[in-house]
């Protein structure tokens, strides 16, 4: 099974966008990759992946962490971090990392808004952290267990934070169990 791949789209990063989209930056690891692509199937999410990749999509650890959710994957890959600021602005961009100071609650999500995490190793770099300074966000942890949150669980707390401030838009679920 080939995973397919999504061209971008003009609407991407708009007011017209009706999704929300996950960047992963170089990501390293891919059952991470895998596991954040069956995060976004589910979720109706974008999933935009940034070269350099440490694996091929052909990789067998990223089919089966995505299992076979893969045909429900919008998946777009770009060659470096310049394509993605070309599709999302400053003010659509919330890039997450261990060296923010403003809690990614505290950030107001929009349709066609992008969450961006950088490498597993290493975070984003930062000539990106510098060049965004607003955009900024963390997630609390005890930085003085741990160095960082595995990648797809700071994709998901952070992709189901702006799915609740907007009311999980697409997605159907039960309130009375």
């Known amino acids: ?28 690891i891919p059952p991470n ?66 060296k923010a100071t403003e809690i990614y609650t505290e950030h107001v999500y929009r349709l066609g808004d992008a969450l961006i995490f950088g490498p597993e190793t290493r975070g984003l770099s930062a000539e990106i952290l510098q060049r965004y300074p607003q955009s900024l966000a963390t997630i609390p942890i005890a930085k003085d267990h741990i160095r960082s949150l595995n990648l797809s669980n700071a994709v998901s707390i952070g992709l189901y934070e702006a799915l609740r401030q907007l009311n999980y838009p697409c997605l159907s679920y039960e309130r009375d169990l």
């Open 33 to 98: 990759t895998g596991t954040t692509a069956r995060l976004c199937a589910g979720t109706r999410t974008i999933l935009h992946l940034v070269r350099p990749l440490a694996f091929e999509l052909d990789d067998r650890k990223l089919k089966r962490a995505g299992l076979d959710y893969w045909p429900n994957v919008v998946l777009c890959v770009h060659d470096d971090f310049t394509e993605i600021t070309r599709i999302f602005s400053a003010e659509r961009m919330h890039l997450f990392t261990t």
């Open 1 to 28: 099974m080939a995973i397919a791949l999504t061209p971008v789209q003009a609407h991407w990063g708009t007011e017209a966008d009706t999704c929300l989209h996950v960047v992963l930056v170089e990501p390293e």
